[in-house]
């Protein structure tokens, strides 16, 4: 099956985002995403139970779109909360799947 | 069943000797609740891998939420409104207060930025479900009736210390975002949603229609806490150098905050009429600082704040003092009150 480049974007913030976030790909027209409960330690200490959980949230989509969404993150979360975010190339079959809509 | 319990433990209630302060203190701090807190916090002290998963500490709240809520709307269901009026009333005026003392305390003697002075004012506006459930089982365990209506209470006491501080928080730093996602947060946030839904479906299903979800919702309910406490041990010494970071302040107002509070919330529950046992649940509800509804509203209306300041005042000095020593110290003072003939008549 033929494949073709599309952009990964991982994003793992606090849990508190998670449905703001989600908002941001659905504005961004992306219908499709993963999230998985995700903890670790960052430059804001062990994130877990009362301490706050964090999300690990994945997308496929275009790089625009992607980097879209990384500027959107930098203008609104970087600053005040847990998140890091990164882009990957990926290569996917069905490309269409992962075209956003535009609206 | 009460008298039952008072005969199990022969411990006189009614006087304040040297001698019982002791044997309440005894029985309070050898309660597996309190026991596995410790724990908890010993392991991530030695270095233990003991972690409870995620999605489990997900879970155990969201069965103490629902169990608490549960049991009160069942009580609330028996109960006459005239009754539970006054106090749901106190109950209000307390959390909405608290933020208004404590935010110029925190800014004033602590120094600490608006957003973050505000974001404390929010933790302790509000309340904490295990500080409450744990004042319940110790008032069970020393036998000191309550009244079955006070988890209506602190349902009552989630928002409005939340809504005041953050309202606090906008006048000061002259902004007016955040503030309507932060009320529908915590509107729709599991504490409310869970706490509030229980209490309605325990009103409407009666005791016969709880009947057979009671050994989940009730008998296991004590269990449950323990494996909470344990995990919340952990948490709060996660939280260790955070307190430190807070330094001498955060620790002086961790513990005089909830004597403070406390105490008015003992004086305001025997004025409307609480027994020495409700007075003293009153009492734990204004002393306590929330750590599930509090630090998500703040985290989305002051993003600026920093939750480590709060979480560690409210999980790491408030919540293990008001386990240890708060909860025998406001039903003492509860019971001092009610011998107050102009307080309680």
Request: charged fraction near 15%.
């Amino acid at each position: 099956m033929a494949t073709v480049p599309m952009t990964l974007l991982t994003i793992v913030a606090e849990e508190v985002l998670e449905q703001r976030l989600v908002r941001a790909l659905h504005d961004a027209g992306i219908a499709g995403y993963t999230v998985t409960p995700a903890r670790g330690e960052g430059a804001r200490g062990l994130r877990h139970g009362a301490n706050g959980a964090n999300i690990r949230l994945e997308t496929i989509t275009t790089t625009e779109a992607a980097d879209g969404l990384l500027d959107h993150l930098r203008a609104h979360y970087f600053a005040n909360y847990a998140i890091v975010a990164w882009l990957s190339d990926v290569r996917v079959a069905r490309e269409e799947k992962y075209q956003p809509e535009h609206r | 069943m009460l008298a039952r319990a008072r005969r199990r433990h022969p411990i006189t209630f009614r006087s304040v000797h040297a001698l019982d302060i002791f044997d309440l203190a005894r029985v309070n701090l050898t309660s597996p609740a309190v026991l596995a807190f410790v724990l908890g916090a010993l392991s991530v002290a030695i270095r233990s891998d003991l972690r409870l998963p995620e999605a489990v500490y997900q879970f155990l709240s969201i069965y103490l939420l629902f169990a608490v809520g549960l049991k009160g709307g069942v009580a609330l269901s028996a109960a006459s409104p005239g009754e539970v009026l006054g106090p749901a009333f106190a109950a209000i005026m307390l959390s909405a207060a608290i933020p208004l003392a404590a935010y110029p305390t925190v800014r004033l003697l602590g120094r600490l930025r608006i957003q973050d002075a505000a974001s404390i004012a929010a933790h302790y506006g509000s309340v904490s479900v295990v500080t409450y459930t744990a004042a319940a089982a110790y008032l069970a365990r020393i036998g000191e009736p309550v009244e079955a209506f006070l988890p209506a209470l602190l349902a009552l006491m989630e928002m409005p210390g939340i809504i005041v501080a953050l309202v606090i928080a906008q006048w000061r730093l002259g902004t007016s975002s955040g503030l309507g996602e932060a009320v529908r947060e915590t509107m729709t946030g599991r504490s409310v949603v869970l706490l509030g839904g229980g209490l309605i479906i325990g009103l409407l299903a009666g005791t016969d229609g709880v009947g057979p979800v009671r050994p989940l919702f009730v008998d296991l309910f004590a269990g449950v806490l323990v494996l909470f406490l344990l995990d919340l041990g952990i948490s709060a010494a996660q939280r260790a150098r955070d307190v430190l970071r807070g330094g001498r302040f955060l620790v002086a107002f961790g513990i005089t905050a909830p004597l403070v509070f406390g105490t008015v919330g003992a004086f305001t529950g025997t004025l409307v009429g609480l027994s020495p046992g409700g007075a003293t649940v009153l009492a734990t509800l204004s002393a306590s600082a929330s750590y599930i509804a509090a630090p998500a509203a703040v985290r989305i209306a002051l993003p600026e704040a920093n939750p480590g300041l709060s979480l560690a005042a409210a999980l790491a000095i408030t919540f293990p003092f008001n386990l240890v020593v708060g909860i025998p110290v406001y039903h003492q003072v509860a019971q001092w009150l009610h011998r107050l003939p102009f307080l309680a008549g």
